[in-house]
């Protein structure tokens, strides 16, 4: 990742920080105002951002640090660690939520000033969307696990805010306060669904998992269109480590090539790899002919 796409992570993740605290305040006000418990099961979810956003902050700062002697392929993978963790804190709330819920059946409680409690859950929920957008890009664009499991769940936690806000109106004009608990239960089985894809998300980069197969064909492209010269390409390897590309394969040369046209080749593959994985971290090993070949080849194109 350039410089400036390590300061622009690093900054959104500082600024999640103060603005998580910020929504986790308004949620937890409207539930003040009201002793909803919906309304609660939502604040719990913002809690969770908040320890979510102070995690990630000092995960990517260290994820941005350089190679050293003890961690000579970069610190990249400690990005999946935040996610996983909010993952689990994902998890732990939406089960804090059940809990409560379920005692609350058979004793639901008249709201106290819901309109009010309402209108405060809205702007946080309107802040909360401006943010988590902003972070999914970011996300995508600089290819952070951590910034963009923040901003699906910031997003998960709008759909939520919506969903109780919707259900509320919906108790208030029935008159059924039964709604509120089971609001919190639909609310606990949503933030499930959004921890467990945050979770294996996460697992798949630990595991060192594969680009994606649209990336793996542009990747190909890319060597085959710029490996005239060579006899052929073989045994092409990718994983992905937090917001580095991994790309490893070996290259075929005449025995007689000497080593500065087999260097000015890997070059050339190494440019065309870089254009479409800025940042990609890519090993070439160069064999002779005769060596026998393992792996997927790649069809070299012919230069014109």
């Known amino acids: 990742m350039s410089g400036s796409g390590g300061e622009k992570i690093t900054r959104l993740a500082f600024w999640g920080m103060p603005i998580s605290l910020g929504v986790l305040a308004l949620k937890m006000s409207a539930w003040w105002v009201t002793g909803s418990l919906a309304l609660l099961s939502d604040g719990l979810e913002s809690f969770v951002n908040v320890v979510a956003s102070f995690i990630a902050f000092f995960v990517i700062r260290y994820a941005q640090k350089p190679a050293d002697h003890d961690h000579p392929f970069g610190h990249h993978k400690a990005e999946y660690l935040s996610a996983v963790t909010e993952g689990v804190l994902i998890v732990v709330a939406a089960l804090l939520i059940v809990q409560q819920a379920v005692g609350h059946f058979s004793h639901p409680m008249p709201l106290d000033a819901p309109f009010l409690g309402l209108a405060i859950n809205f702007v946080a929920g309107i802040i909360n969307a401006v943010w988590g957008v902003m972070l999914v890009k970011a996300g995508r664009a600089h290819r952070s696990p951590a910034l963009l499991a923040d901003g699906q769940h910031i997003l998960s936690d709008v759909y939520t805010s919506i969903g109780v806000i919707v259900g509320l109106l919906l108790a208030l004009a029935t008159g059924y306060a039964v709604i509120d608990p089971i609001i919190a239960i639909l609310v606990a089985v949503n933030i499930l669904f959004q921890g467990w894809k945050v979770i294996s998300h996460s697992i798949g980069g630990l595991m060192d998992k594969a680009v994606e197969p649209d990336e793996e064909a542009a990747i190909k492209a890319a060597i085959a269109a710029n490996a005239f010269g060579s006899l052929g390409v073989h045994d092409l390897k990718t994983r992905v480590a937090g917001t580095v590309t991994f790309v490893a394969f070996h290259m075929v040369v005449p025995s007689s090539m000497p080593v500065g046209e087999a260097h000015d080749i890997c070059d050339r593959l190494e440019d065309a790899i870089r254009d ?25 194109v012919k230069e014109a």
């Open 276 to 300: 479409i994985h800025a940042g990609a971290q890519i090993t070439i090993h160069v064999e002779p002919e005769g060596e026998k070949a393992h792996g997927i080849r790649v069809k070299v």
